[in-house]
């Protein structure tokens, strides 16, 4: 495929640092750290852009950061690459971060070693120059939704309100001068996959079952067993299942984060913790309820308490059309790779759904892993196509967008029909599903 003279230097660019991206993505699988945790993730990548002679916005939403490239040119188009800074909780990974039990089984460091590499490219002053355009270089917290108990303390100490970190930027604003986005997930196997099918939305709960504590072997009669509760509450949700339909995807998965205190106390308090996903907002909100009245049944027949914290978490992924910047990107990135384009929906979710209900995203998947995706086995197996080609493709990709006078770019969101026409409209939506109940 023929080149211009602008790909050719992105492509050398990239190629010439080949060593320092892969060193920088190395660093960051070994030292995973969790949702709004990520705190030296994000310096090493600010010590980057600013090495870079960007200007950073540091600390929105706790960790996120944003540098900024050709500012004077952002009223033309403003594009932003994203790069994920979480991790999972994956203590038994063999690149687990034993300081935090955080690993990168979603290959998120890839992410920031592809936004991290294609800044080393379009910074190179000949580059810059042909692109009419502003791109931020984006790096967001706490996409993985867990630690629930956790995200509640940061929301009760007014640090946050949303769970999810694109969400809580989207909120405060920190999307607010961004026109369109590229970002990128790693997936198993040696395909480039361009675009994207769609994806469950959900919200998150928090089930506390409240009983009575008592010497469990001596006066069990004058205990109210919290665990009974919680256990009859997750057979009936159980049971709800055939409820379900097969077309909406549902999916809850409680986990229990608190079982009781000790062996020989009646347990007084079990914490159940769950998402509730499902492929569209209707679906969800009726998995919601279903899983709040199997709950609230549960400590009925036991004579308990419970108290339900729901929180807005993701709203579904839309479907994308594969852009056909990003697959000549792959195309001029590894000639020799198969590129499919994206169909389907998945169970999974991810909050970058909720930036596409504001404006345009465009994904591309690059492998070199093998293993599943969120699983011990994750393994990376070709840094090549892992952190090389995913920097080359959001590097030509945002060359494509934003050269000549960033057409492109412009085009694309005049033709894009979002959900909510601003942050505060997608704030004011989300807030529907933040409520606490106490059922007696």
Avoid: W
Wanted: overall charge negative.
């Amino acid at each position: 495929m023929k080149m211009d003279q602008t790909e050719k230097l992105i492509l050398e660019a990239i190629d010439q640092h080949r060593d320092e991206i892969i060193e920088f993505a190395r660093d960051i699988y070994d030292h995973g750290e969790l949702g709004y945790k990520e705190f030296n993730t994000a310096e090493k990548f600010i010590k980057k852009m600013k090495e870079l002679g960007l200007r950073t916005e540091t600390g929105l939403a706790i960790t996120g950061t944003k540098a900024y490239l050709n500012e004077e040119k952002k009223d033309t188009a403003s594009l932003a690459l994203l790069g994920e800074l979480d991790a999972l909780r994956i203590p038994e990974h063999a690149h687990a971060n034993p300081e935090t039990d955080a690993a990168h089984c979603c290959g998120h460091h890839a992410q920031m070693a592809g936004i991290f590499g294609a800044a080393l490219a379009l910074t190179v002053p000949e580059i810059a120059e042909k692109l009419d355009g502003q791109v931020v270089f984006f790096a967001t917290p706490a996409e993985e939704y867990g630690e629930i108990g956790f995200k509640n303390e940061l929301r009760a100490q007014g640090k946050i309100k949303y769970g999810g970190g694109k969400c809580e930027l989207l909120r405060i604003g920190a999307f607010d001068d961004i026109d369109l986005c590229i970002t990128h997930h790693i997936a198993p196997g040696d395909d480039i996959i361009v675009g994207s099918g769609t994806g469950n939305g959900f919200v998150s709960k928090v089930i506390r079952c409240l009983g009575k504590a008592a010497h469990a072997a001596g006066t069990p009669e004058q205990g109210v067993n919290a665990l009974s509760a919680a256990s009859l509450g997750l057979q009936a949700l159980g049971l709800n299942r055939e409820t379900f339909r097969d077309e909406d995807c549902v999916r809850v998965h409680p986990i229990i984060t608190k079982g009781g205190n000790l062996v020989n106390v009646v347990p007084d308090e079990v914490v159940v913790e769950t998402l509730v996903r499902a492929k569209t907002i209707e679906a969800f909100t009726d998995a919601a309820k279903k899983t709040d009245r199997s709950f609230h049944a549960g400590a009925i027949a036991m004579g308990a308490k419970v108290e339900i914290t729901t929180l807005p978490g993701y709203l579904p992924t839309l479907a994308e059309e594969a852009l056909p910047e990003l697959k000549r990107a792959a195309e001029l990135s590894a000639p020799e790779t198969n590129v499919i384009e994206a169909s389907g929906h998945t169970g999974g979710s991810t909050d970058v759904g909720d930036v596409q209900h504001l404006m345009p995203v465009y994904t591309f998947n690059t492998g070199g892993v093998k293993g599943g995706l969120h699983q011990v086995e994750f393994e990376v197996t070709d840094e090549e196509e892992a952190y090389i080609v995913t920097a080359k493709m959001f590097a030509l990709g945002a060359y494509g967008l934003l050269k000549e006078k960033a057409a492109r770019s412009r085009e694309l969101v005049k033709n894009y029909k979002p959900v909510f026409e601003n942050s505060a409209k997608y704030a004011e939506f989300m807030d529907q599903f933040d409520s606490k109940e106490v059922l007696e």
